[in-house]
């Protein structure tokens, strides 16, 4: 299933202007195909709009992992569980993973869960580059990624 921009548009509207209310907790939107446009206004609205989102799942989104990572950071300080599996994993993006959860262990509020399974185009300087960053107790899921060379 895709969602295209104005859907993500309107889907975005309609959580901002209710996020308050229902005080969101969990938004799952795993395997919509979002895409570029989507994953921006999605991007924005996390960013802009800080919340009280604590489980965000988007496996199999198609979405720029560093792009969702930075908004996350900014916009959701009470995130505990981040499925990003089924994407493509990067070099880039395991280093803005990275920085983020260093970010958060200074912060003492670190996030207990980042599942990346089932991720795809993952290298071996990726992964890395992901461990090379911890020193604290999170649980990263890396079960079935597509292990590439490099």
Not at 13 to 35: D, N, P, T
Request: positive net charge; hydrophobic residues 50%; charged residues 20%.
């Amino acid at each position: 299933t895709a969602v295209t921009k104005k859907g993500a548009v309107l889907l975005c509207k309609a959580v901002r202007g209710e996020a308050s209310r229902l005080r969101l907790q969990h938004l799952s939107m795993s395997f919509i195909k979002l895409g570029t446009d989507a994953t921006k206004v999605l991007c924005e609205w996390l960013r802009a709009y800080p919340n009280t989102l604590r489980r965000l799942a988007l496996r199999g989104c198609h979405v720029a992992l560093a792009d969702v990572i930075a908004a996350v950071d900014k916009g959701c300080p009470a995130m505990e569980v981040l499925d990003l599996g089924a994407n493509a994993l990067t070099e880039r993006d395991a280093v803005a993973i990275g920085r983020y959860l260093g970010a958060r262990r200074l912060l003492d509020d670190p996030l207990a869960e980042l599942n990346l399974s089932d991720c795809t185009k993952v290298t071996a300087k990726a992964v890395a580059a992901l461990l090379a960053t911890l020193n604290t107790a999170v649980h990263i899921v890396l079960a079935r990624c597509a292990l590439g060379g490099a």
